[in-house]
């Protein structure tokens, strides 16, 4: 178990696809998660992709559990998701103020589907199928970017809402990194 490194954008690891894991249980996938959980929990995130630390597979964890840097956010079960497959429900989004690890210190305006239903698997190879709204859906859809080389900006749809957080929220540290 370590705390690694996380990317910054700019590193052509964060563009890439990543590969579905093919083996469930093993050591190896434990201690990837492992090091995501320390890595995630130093930085308080509430979510890391695998890809974030330098790894190409699709794993995300995301958690969102009284963290004290967004007291407003709804609580979000702690949880591995392996090769994810979303579906939007309606064609509904929502806009929202996001940040993400591999771009410390920034946020941005991001448009999510409000509605969705994530299908994967957990650490032990179990099926997980799961329909989520709001902050949730929002975690999840971010996190799941990343596997495809996705960083929140391409989302932005009108680039004067990205910014230094310290210069769009003077003062306070509410929203979310991922
Ligand atoms: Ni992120």
């Not at 902050?135 to 749809?157: K, M, N």
């Amino acid at each position: 178990m370590a705390v690694r490194e996380v990317l910054k954008m700019g590193d052509a690891r964060l563009l890439a696809r990543a590969e579905p894991v093919s083996a469930f249980d093993t050591p190896e996938l434990r201690a990837l998660l492992a090091d995501m959980r320390d890595t995630m929990a130093a930085q308080h995130g509430a979510g890391l992709a695998a890809p974030q630390i330098g790894v190409g597979l699709q794993v995300v964890i995301f958690a969102v559990n009284a963290n004290p840097r967004y007291p407003e956010a709804e609580t979000v079960p702690e949880t591995v998701l392996i090769n994810p497959v979303l579906t939007a429900l309606g064609e509904e989004e929502e806009e929202a103020w996001e940040g993400c690890l591999s771009l410390p210190g920034m946020r941005g305006l991001v448009p999510r589907y409000r509605r969705l239903r994530y299908q994967g698997f957990d650490a032990a190879g179990q099926p997980l199928d799961r329909t989520v709204s709001g902050f949730h859906a929002r975690v999840v859809q971010h996190e799941v970017d990343h596997l495809y080389g996705i960083l929140y900006p391409r989302r932005i749809r009108d680039l004067r809402n990205f910014g230094f957080t310290e210069v769009l929220f003077p003062g306070q540290d509410t929203v979310a990194e991922e």
